[in-house]
């Protein structure tokens, strides 16, 4: 039946049904007959073009080097509150700490990961050369030697014969002229090649073709300039499409730009603005909530996420959000409520499990408890997440009272992941514990040099110190453990001790 | 000097208990008894602190989409170099 149809149709149909390799092959067969054979030119094009595509409004992924040697940033000292660099100057709403895990960054953890949330600014390049631990790989040192041009490199080399287009070759002038080949061919060039200047030589010619009436070239020339680090030329292009034709994407990458250019505020007044435009959408409030997470304004960032589920009552990073920060606010049944939403919804991975295991052990919920741990280390895809479901296996283990099942635990976590810091740090109060007061020594260190953003490894290194009479040591650690979490009593307790101390000397 | 909660306190106090007729009378009737005389003592323990439990984030369809494809593509490079490896071996 297949052979009898019409290539071309057959061709269309594998479009649809979203096979596009299938398709690819296809219009190649059909290339090789007609080299000139335009619709198959295309669709070839537009399959490449699938198989590769990444929603652009989500990708945010920054080099090292733009983020030490970022100039963008209007102000170098921010009043507080209007900065996404330093979360901790608004505290309104923020969790502590004590509570709530922090990352690298100094932001709470989030419920849910985007590609942008990995990304957050380190403060020096030391902490920036830091693989973060929830991305695989390392951050790039440029966002061009990043993971999109790898991605096209590696697009290159599956073809045997060389690149489909070969794009030094185009004549884009004559491109430019027919407007839907040159659509197609944007795209093309901007997502399978990531070749951004000649997309944008691309979509000058054709906005100039269309005599700037046209507002997709503009937002597509905006995205271009983003992806070139001109933030001020893109907002230009994206503030001109929208002045033609409000549509919700492109208020989406005008704030993307705003946000590059740590302007929170700003972003949020045009988040607002949109929402004039296009009450209730979803994807403008959840921008909303995004910013207001990121600027550690919890309550706020909540009270958005649940107008995002009155509109949409599937959306998995709201109710993910939500649950998380219930459970981290002391409501794991409020949380456990919202996780179980998501397993009805059809979400089924190891972190999902991994997080109704710890609801379920804190809601004292203990019939359900191991079976989803059990579940989530079978769907575990890699090492890391192994890990992670471990450490939180060693918090039943400790909360049951059972030392030496946490002990395993945590040690199983290392195996799987050897930089685990949180791990480290639970088995040197293990140890302690014991009275292995050397060993718990050691671990600690470990764990203060793999994460010295948290607080818990430099304060019980201290208060280990200080028992032994190290207060020297104990003291050092101690203030280490005050600039990770300046409100902690105990600290500040142990550092006005240590301080008495040396006045006495 | 009373501490922050979390520690340790316990209360010492000396007070005369009285004498058998008076037991009857206590057991009918239990009284709370709140000392105001007497020391109170503190004892003070810094304990180590555990970190606390992680709840892992779920990832969005496009950072999955983005892991997915640059293990295709990993994987597809590490093939070709293994045919390129073979290759000169077949050769020799």
Same mark, same amino acid.
């Given at each position: 039946? =297949?052979?009898?149809?019409?290539? /071309?149709?057959?061709?269309?149909?594998?479009?649809?049904?979203?096979?596009?390799?299938?398709?690819?092959?296809?219009?190649?067969?059909?290339?090789?007959?007609? #080299?000139?054979?335009?619709?198959?030119?295309?669709?070839?094009?537009?399959?490449?073009?699938?198989?590769?595509?990444?929603?652009?409004?989500?990708?945010?992924?920054?080099?090292?080097?733009?983020?030490?040697?970022?100039?963008?940033?209007?102000?170098?000292?921010?009043?507080?509150? *209007?900065?996404?660099?330093?979360?901790?100057?608004?505290?309104?709403?923020?969790?502590?700490?004590?509570?709530?895990?922090?990352?690298?960054?100094?932001? #709470?953890?989030?419920?849910?990961?985007?590609?942008?949330?990995?990304?957050?600014?380190?403060?020096?390049?030391?902490?920036?050369?830091?693989?973060?631990?929830?991305?695989?790989?390392?951050?790039?040192?440029?966002?061009?030697?990043?993971?999109?041009?790898?991605?096209? *490199?590696?697009?290159?080399?599956?073809?045997?014969?060389?690149?489909?287009?070969?794009?030094?070759?185009?004549?884009?002038?004559?491109?430019?002229?027919? #407007?839907?080949?040159?659509?197609?061919?944007?795209?093309?060039?901007?997502?399978?090649?990531?070749?951004?200047?000649?997309?944008?030589?691309?979509?000058? /010619?054709? *906005?100039?073709?269309?005599?700037?009436?046209?507002?997709?070239?503009?937002?597509?020339?905006?995205?271009?300039?983003?992806?070139?680090?001109?933030?001020?030329?893109?907002?230009?292009?994206?503030?001109?499409? +929208?002045?033609?034709?409000?549509?919700?994407?492109?208020?989406?990458?005008?704030?993307?730009?705003?946000?590059?250019?740590?302007?929170?505020?700003?972003?949020?007044?045009?988040?607002?603005?949109?929402?004039?435009?296009? #009450?209730?959408?979803?994807?403008?409030?959840?921008?909303?909530?995004?910013?207001?997470?990121?600027?550690?304004?919890?309550?706020?960032? *909540?009270?958005?996420?649940?107008?995002? +589920?009155?509109?949409?009552?599937?959306?998995?990073?709201?109710?993910?959000?939500?649950?998380?920060?219930?459970?981290?606010?002391?409501?794991?049944?409020?949380?456990?409520?919202?996780?179980?939403?998501?397993?009805?919804?059809?979400?089924?991975?190891?972190?999902?499990?991994?997080?109704?295991?710890?609801?379920?052990?804190?809601?004292?919920?203990?019939?359900?408890?191991?079976?989803?741990?059990?579940?989530?280390?079978?769907?575990?895809?890699?090492?890391?997440?192994?890990?992670?479901?471990?450490?939180?296996? =060693?918090?039943?283990?400790?909360?049951?009272?059972?030392?030496?099942?946490?002990?395993?635990?945590?040690?199983?976590?290392?195996?799987?992941?050897?930089?685990?810091?949180?791990?480290?740090?639970? +088995?040197?109060?293990?140890?302690?514990?014991?009275?292995?007061?050397?060993?718990?020594?050691?671990?600690?260190?470990?764990?203060?040099?793999?994460?010295?953003?948290?607080?818990?490894?430099?304060?019980?290194?201290?208060?280990?110190?200080?028992?032994?009479?190290?207060?020297?040591?104990?003291?050092?650690?101690?203030?280490?453990?005050?600039?990770?979490?300046?409100?902690?009593?105990?600290?500040?307790?142990?550092?006005?001790? +240590?301080?008495?101390?040396?006045?006495?000397? | 000097?009373?501490?922050?909660?979390?520690?340790?306190?316990?209360?010492?106090?000396?007070?005369?208990?009285?004498?058998?007729?008076?037991?009857?009378?206590?057991?009918?009737?239990?009284?709370?008894?709140?000392?105001?005389?007497?020391?109170?003592?503190?004892?003070?323990?810094?304990?180590?602190?555990?970190?606390?439990?992680?709840?892992?984030?779920?990832?969005?369809?496009?950072?999955?989409?983005?892991?997915?494809?640059?293990?295709?593509?990993?994987?597809?490079?590490?093939?070709?170099?293994?045919?390129?490896?073979?290759?000169?071996?077949?050769?020799?």
């Amino acid at each position: 039946m =297949g052979s009898e149809m019409e290539p /071309l149709l057959l061709a269309w149909s594998y479009f649809r049904r979203r096979k596009f390799q299938l398709c690819a092959d296809l219009c190649t067969q059909m290339l090789e007959k007609s #080299p000139y054979d335009q619709a198959a030119w295309i669709l070839k094009a537009r399959a490449l073009t699938e198989m590769v595509y990444v929603d652009e409004i989500d990708i945010d992924q920054e080099g090292i080097a733009e983020m030490i040697l970022d100039e963008n940033a209007i102000a170098q000292v921010p009043r507080p509150g *209007t900065s996404l660099k330093l979360p901790g100057t608004n505290q309104t709403g923020g969790p502590s700490p004590a509570v709530r895990p922090i990352t690298q960054a100094g932001r #709470p953890i989030t419920g849910f990961l985007r590609p942008s949330t990995q990304s957050g600014r380190p403060g020096t390049m030391e902490q920036a050369i830091r693989t973060p631990r929830t991305a695989y790989t390392a951050r790039p040192i440029t966002s061009s030697s990043g993971r999109f041009v790898r991605l096209g *490199t590696a697009s290159m080399l599956t073809s045997p014969d060389g690149p489909f287009i070969n794009l030094s070759r185009l004549n884009l002038t004559k491109y430019a002229q027919k #407007p839907k080949l040159a659509k197609a061919l944007f795209e093309y060039i901007f997502h399978h090649e990531n070749d951004v200047k000649t997309a944008l030589d691309l979509a000058a /010619l054709s *906005t100039e073709h269309s005599q700037y009436k046209d507002w997709w070239w503009k937002v597509q020339i905006g995205k271009c300039y983003y992806r070139l680090g001109m933030y001020r030329e893109a907002e230009k292009q994206f503030k001109s499409a +929208l002045k033609q034709q409000e549509m919700v994407d492109t208020f989406l990458y005008l704030a993307k730009v705003y946000i590059s250019l740590d302007q929170p505020v700003t972003a949020l007044n045009l988040f607002k603005q949109g929402l004039d435009k296009f #009450p209730g959408e979803v994807a403008l409030l959840c921008g909303i909530a995004r910013i207001y997470e990121e600027m550690n304004n919890i309550s706020s960032a *909540t009270e958005y996420y649940k107008e995002v +589920l009155k509109q949409d009552n599937t959306h998995v990073e709201a109710i993910a959000c939500i649950g998380s920060n219930h459970f981290y606010s002391d409501q794991p049944e409020v949380a456990l409520r919202f996780y179980r939403r998501l397993l009805q919804m059809g979400v089924y991975n190891c972190q999902l499990f991994n997080n109704l295991g710890l609801c379920c052990f804190y809601a004292q919920q203990y019939d359900m408890t191991l079976t989803s741990f059990e579940r989530a280390l079978s769907l575990a895809e890699n090492e890391e997440e192994v890990a992670d479901v471990w450490y939180n296996l =060693g918090h039943v283990a400790v909360g049951i009272g059972d030392t030496n099942l946490a002990h395993q635990c945590f040690r199983l976590a290392l195996v799987n992941n050897n930089n685990h810091a949180e791990a480290y740090n639970n +088995l040197a109060v293990l140890e302690m514990r014991k009275g292995h007061v050397e060993q718990a020594r050691a671990l600690l260190q470990t764990a203060s040099s793999l994460a010295p953003h948290m607080y818990e490894p430099h304060f019980n290194f201290a208060t280990v110190s200080d028992k032994m009479g190290d207060l020297q040591r104990s003291y050092i650690a101690a203030q280490k453990s005050e600039a990770a979490f300046p409100d902690h009593v105990d600290t500040q307790h142990l550092i006005k001790q +240590l301080k008495q101390h040396f006045a006495m000397l | 000097m009373p501490k922050a909660a979390g520690k340790r306190i316990r209360r010492t106090f000396r007070k005369k208990l009285s004498n058998n007729s008076d037991m009857a009378e206590m057991k009918s009737m239990f009284r709370e008894v709140l000392p105001k005389q007497g020391q109170l003592s503190v004892e003070d323990i810094t304990t180590m602190v555990l970190c606390k439990p992680k709840l892992l984030p779920l990832k969005s369809l496009t950072l999955e989409k983005l892991e997915k494809m640059q293990q295709a593509a990993q994987d597809t490079i590490r093939q070709q170099e293994m045919a390129e490896k073979e290759q000169p071996q077949i050769s020799h």
